[in-house]
């Protein structure tokens, strides 16, 4: 059976765009494939440094993979940080990655262009070793596991083809010791818009937080950015923020009958109202289970606590290959 690998940093409550973009669709792919999902506790750290918040961010994550349907009976789900051996293997993959491919990294070039922009004399102010070898670390989280799909966003693929070519490197040396990996990248799942238009992030601060209340998220749905057009003029669905986030949430008949409202003339505040109703209601029973793994994080602790010996038992073994061809 072919395994499937991804994790998700702790940065904060997943948004919608996580949600649509990464988590539904990992969860679908582990109905049929040796599924490992992991929060990538440890890569948040190049961003996070209080411990409290740290700590918390792990049980968002770990709750909300539980909440939107993952059975870790069926798959490996674990706190990056649990697994040692992941920190070794990064070690042996750093020193068969040329620097200059590190360089070349997307997230690493858009600090240093910032940091250029802002007339910054040192193009490589606040930023550290961590966010430099980050793509190392989610090499070794990949290859680790000899993962032969790892389902992201098309954001990371630069990253899934570093942890090829260093696994290339390293094999080139000692023989087919590391299983290159395959990013699958899923076209049907689109950039979800956030509330300006722009791509939902975090960083934008004009995300949907998954699981915010009802009256929140109604709240926040109401802030979507619209024109000053009156209720009664026909308004065009294939241009339309409020439109796309609601085809992530309807069938095609529904969005068949809000297509018609929309060209009859629909207020924004009504197709707002539907648009609310849509996501409350797919949202609104996940809402509930996460809530309930928020207030008792002791069962967290034991699912991962569970998921990560799986995961060691695995890790340990295909470790200790790469520490004999090396020859420790
Ligand atoms: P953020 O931009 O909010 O920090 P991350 O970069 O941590 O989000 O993304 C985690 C996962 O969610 C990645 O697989 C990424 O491709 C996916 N993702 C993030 N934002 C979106 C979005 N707006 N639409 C679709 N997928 C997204
Ligand atoms: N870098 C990924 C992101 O920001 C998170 C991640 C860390 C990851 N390690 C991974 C994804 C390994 C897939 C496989 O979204």
Redesign the pocket.
Known sequence: METIL?G??S??Q?????Y????KPAIHLAQSFQSYLFIADYHSLTKIHRSDEFHHNVYEVAATWLACGLNPEKAVIYRQSDIREIFELAWILACFTPKGFMNRAHSYKDKVAKNLEAGNKDPDFGISMGLFNYPILMSADILLFSANKV??????IQHIEFARDIAQKFNNNYGDIIKLPEALVQKE??????LDGR??????NN?IPLFVDSKKLRKLIMKIKTDSSPPESPKDPENSLIFDLYKEFSTESQQQELRAWYLRGIGWGEAKQVLFEAIDKELSEKREVYNQFMEDPSRLDKILFEGAQKARDVAKINLDKIREAVGV
Do not use: C, F, R
């Not at 997943?14 to 996580?18: A, L």
């Not at 389902?151 to 990371?156: A, C, M, S, T």
């Not at 799942?189 to 956030?194: E, F, L, Q």
């Not at 791509?199 to 934008?204: D, P, R, T, V």
């Open positions: 991804t998700i940093q940065t904060g997943p948004h919608i765009g996580n649509l973009g990464a988590i389902p992201v966003g098309e954001d990371q799942v689109k950039i979800v818009p956030g791509k939902m992030s975090k960083s934008y995300h």
